[in-house]
């Protein structure tokens, strides 16, 4: 019962370097969503793919780019890393396409340090 | 405004206590409504959902949707410990794949 993976777990960077957030799912679902999670401001959508090979911008795109490689994987990558973007990330799939009110999974969260 | 507004807490209760937590929104829509849960250090996962208004009871949980008021409710009976977690509301229109619009959460703590 996989569900949702997300690699690396913890992560800090230092100002200015790039990195990528990996994540799969098993579940066979078409939409998959990064999420970032801060105090205060509860989760916001970053990317989400809403079928292979399509990807749209959330509330807060800004600084990140994602690459949908196949149905089920979904990367998140920072190319300049920023202070501001410390946060907690999730990454989510559903079955989408609105089926029975599109229930999002979540993996188990990265928590991404920026110095 | 924001679309979903929902107090954060904390809230704090004796364990037995009936635990009540809300959201507003704004967006008449909006037709699905989730309640997840996250416990500390771990990704939300789904506890209720509802389509358009009305209740659903599971267990010690019920879910009541009033679209007139645009308010949504997650009541908790008999309140457990276990229980103590980050609770977010989440809703979305039913039109395509639209991405859901979670509330800030409302961090709740059940005292034994």
């Known amino acids: 019962n996989a569900g949702v993976t997300q690699t690396p777990k913890f992560q800090v960077l230092k100002t200015g370097q790039s990195m990528t957030l990996q994540c799969a799912q098993d579940?066979?679902?078409?939409?998959m969503y990064w999420y970032r999670q801060d105090p205060g401001m509860g989760l916001r959508l970053i990317y989400y793919?809403?079928?292979?090979?399509?990807?749209d911008k959330g509330e807060v795109p800004n600084g990140y780019n994602v690459s949908r490689l196949n149905k089920r994987e979904f990367s998140l990558r920072l190319e300049s890393a920023a202070p501001s973007q410390t946060s907690v990330y999730f990454c989510?799939?559903?079955?989408?396409?609105?089926?029975?009110?599109?229930?999002?999974?979540f993996g188990e969260g990265s928590w991404l340090t920026v110095v | 405004q924001k679309e979903v507004e929902q107090d954060p807490g904390p809230l704090s209760v004796p364990e037995g206590a009936i635990v009540s937590l809300n959201c507003t929104y704004s967006?008449?829509?909006?037709?699905?409504f989730m309640w997840y849960r996250q416990y500390s250090r771990k990704g939300p996962e789904l506890l209720m959902y509802?389509?358009?208004?009305g209740n659903k009871e599971d267990g010690r949980f019920t879910a009541q949707v009033d679209k007139s008021s645009k308010y949504i409710s997650l009541f908790i009976r008999d309140s457990q410990p276990s229980d103590s977690a980050t609770y977010l509301c989440?809703?979305?229109?039913?039109?395509?794949?639209?991405?859901?619009?979670f509330g800030k959460g409302t961090r709740l703590s059940v005292i034994a």
């Open positions: 989510a799939s559903s079955v989408g396409e609105d089926y029975s009110g599109n229930t999002i999974y």
């Open positions: 509802t389509y358009s208004s």
């Open positions: 579940m066979n679902h078409n939409s």
């Open positions: 989440a809703m979305r229109a039913p039109s395509g794949n639209t991405p859901l619009v």
């Open positions: 967006n008449s829509a909006f037709q699905y």
């Open positions: 793919s809403a079928s292979e090979g399509t990807t």
